[in-house]
């Protein structure tokens, strides 16, 4: 039982050492650091390191043996950067033993505003084996209004057990000799609007430049509507905080009155210095106009009568009104069918109408006269563009003449008081639209005069 227990403690022993070691972060961990910034190489100092003299500054380690001497050792030298670019930020590590769950973080400090706008990036957690090299990316943006001073780029690499080691790279920030931004844009009467009205777009520059900036366009566009407008700037301005801001002239955009609801993009452009151009893309929500909403296709038909008695061997005539009731301009073409019993003409085949017209169409249907008695049907087909919109019955009963028929002329003063009759009935549909359109625009300008 002993040998079996001493067997058993040699193997947990010897499976401890088979286990790779893994060192806590130290500055022996990492034979090596490279950093680069924006692809130049940059020289690494420890912050806060006395030298043999008692000067406490920035030191390179040339030596890299973590003693800082100032007769051996360099300051750190500056890279140059610009206010408002985006920093690429690459660091190399080499190690000698293993290092598991470190990460990797770059951080501009000493911004006066960097809990809203922080310049850092990191890294997710990584290990490291022994003897290996590895390369991290990350990106810092920074303010336009950085002020020109010189900055410490930190460079941290910790872990949840260790210290954080540190390096450092000094930076110098210039202003940028070219830089306008669109800082706001505000619409009226908001990001909603009413087909057929204006939408009216104020655009507010911003110049983080080094140099004034002269004759700025700005264009604001809805390209899915075809409407656009412009203006310019003569000067946007700069001062000594490199930043300025300078209000463009208002600019109205006539949304088309037939615009389908929904949302469209507005797209504003500044062009400036020749070549250079900024651009912002928005939302703006239309509504749809009442007095276009209708279906293109829309038809509207009166018929009168739509029966009537008509003697063997005599003819009867109906009138068919009809109206477009859509939003664009249409073409219907009218045809008529008969059994042996009768002969049908139409006084128009081809009808061509505008939104809001109406024009009246005549059937004449002429009885055999030796058409059968009863009731009887003519069907009137309605189509456009090869798709038929209506079919309507046109009843008449077939009558033997008889010693009392009414004369021609009476049959023709009561055909015209029926026709008389549709007409009265079209001119009123008419009327009702007039009456209609009219109340709707009066409406939408009183909503206008309100808002103006």
Do not use: C
């Amino acid at each position: 039982m002993r040998n079996k227990l001493l067997s058993i403690m040699a193997l947990f022993i010897v499976s401890l050492l088979a286990l790779p070691l893994v060192s806590a972060l130290s500055e022996s961990a990492f034979s090596n650091w490279n950093v680069e910034v924006n692809g130049d190489e940059a020289q690494l100092g420890v912050v806060g390191v006395v030298d043999a003299l008692g000067n406490e500054d920035v030191y390179v380690d040339t030596n890299t043996n973590g003693v800082f001497d100032a007769g051996i050792d360099t300051i750190v030298s500056t890279i140059s950067i610009e206010e408002g670019q985006t920093v690429d930020v690459e660091v190399t590590l080499n190690t000698g033993a293993v290092v598991k769950d470190i990460e990797v973080e770059a951080k501009i400090k000493g911004y006066e505003y960097s809990r809203n706008e922080p310049m850092s990036d990191s890294t997710k957690l990584f290990d490291m084996a022994a003897n290996t090299q590895k390369t991290v990316r990350m990106q810092i943006d920074l303010p336009r209004n950085l002020e020109k001073q010189v900055y410490w780029l930190h460079i941290n690499v910790d872990s949840a057990n260790s210290d954080s080691l540190e390096r450092v790279v000094k930076l110098n920030v210039e202003p940028t000799r070219h830089g306008v931004d669109i800082a706001d844009v505000t619409f009226s009467p908001g990001n909603t609007v009413k087909a057929g009205r204006s939408l009216l777009a104020t655009v507010l520059l911003e110049n983080f430049g080094d140099k004034e900036e002269e004759d700025v366009k700005v264009t604001v566009t809805m390209p899915a509507l075809g409407v656009t407008a412009s203006e310019y700037v003569d000067a946007v301005q700069t001062d000594d905080n490199n930043v300025d801001y300078e209000d463009v002239p208002e600019m109205f955009l006539a949304i088309p009155a037939t615009a389908e609801a929904g949302d469209y993009d507005v797209v504003v452009k500044a062009e400036y210095d020749r070549f250079e151009e900024v651009v912002e893309t928005y939302t703006v929500h239309v509504l749809a106009n009442e007095m276009f909403t209708g279906d293109e296709t829309t038809l509207v038909l009166a018929v009168g009568p739509e029966n009537q008695n008509i003697q063997a061997g005599k003819a009867g005539r109906y009138a068919v009104a009809l109206t477009n009731a859509g939003v664009k301009s249409r073409a219907y073409l009218l045809s008529a069918v008969a059994g042996e019993w009768a002969t049908v003409s139409l006084s128009d085949s081809l009808v061509v109408l505008e939104p809001g017209k109406n024009k009246v169409v005549y059937v004449d249907v002429a009885a055999a006269q030796d058409a059968t008695q009863g009731m009887q049907t003519v069907a009137l087909t309605i189509s456009a563009n090869n798709e038929e919109l209506e079919t309507v019955s046109l009843g008449a009963n077939v009558v033997a003449p008889t010693v009392a028929a009414p004369t021609a002329q009476t049959l023709n003063l009561r055909n015209g008081l029926e026709i008389a009759l549709i007409v009265l009935v079209v001119i009123l549909v008419i009327i009702g639209l007039i009456i209609g359109f009219s109340r709707l625009r009066k409406d939408e300008g009183d909503e206008e005069k309100a808002y103006y």
